[in-house]
């Protein structure tokens, strides 16, 4: 939904995505997964409040999906990923035990925990198999 206030426009977004792919099979995914829209309004030139919290956790890390993993291609200095021990070429397979078969649902599962505790990760680095816990921290807009 976009909302028009004076000159600023307000975009909300619901907290369930449906996801169908191409043979026609769906997915719905509850919880915060406003990233994309959060990084097209930034990129387009919005601006939030200093100090604003947003729902979902900010790990550090960014990557890309593939064959079931997770893999980190970037680790942002004294993020949540660094400090728990995530490391770029880290292949994250499990999220609390659990494997994912999608970003969606790889997001969907890092933005579930609540800040302040620990998401455990399954991670392959080179010929290791690692678990390592991150806390989990909110996206904060810097003061």
Known sequence: MIVPIGNDV???SSDDI???NAFGQTKTYAGT???EAQDLL??????????TKFEGNDLG?????YGYRFIVTD???DGAGEIGGIREGDKIRKIDGHS???LWWFRHKVNAIAHGNSIHFDVIRGKERLKIDVLAKPKLIAD
């Open 75 to 77: 680790v942002a200095p």
């Open 33 to 35: 997964v406003h990233d």
């Open 100 to 102: 994912f078969d999608d």
């Open 10 to 12: 307000r975009v909300q």
């Open 18 to 20: 449906e996801v169908t």
């Open 61 to 65: 890390i960014s990557g890309h999906f």
């Open 42 to 51: 930034i990129a387009a030139g919005g601006t939030f409040p200093q100090g």
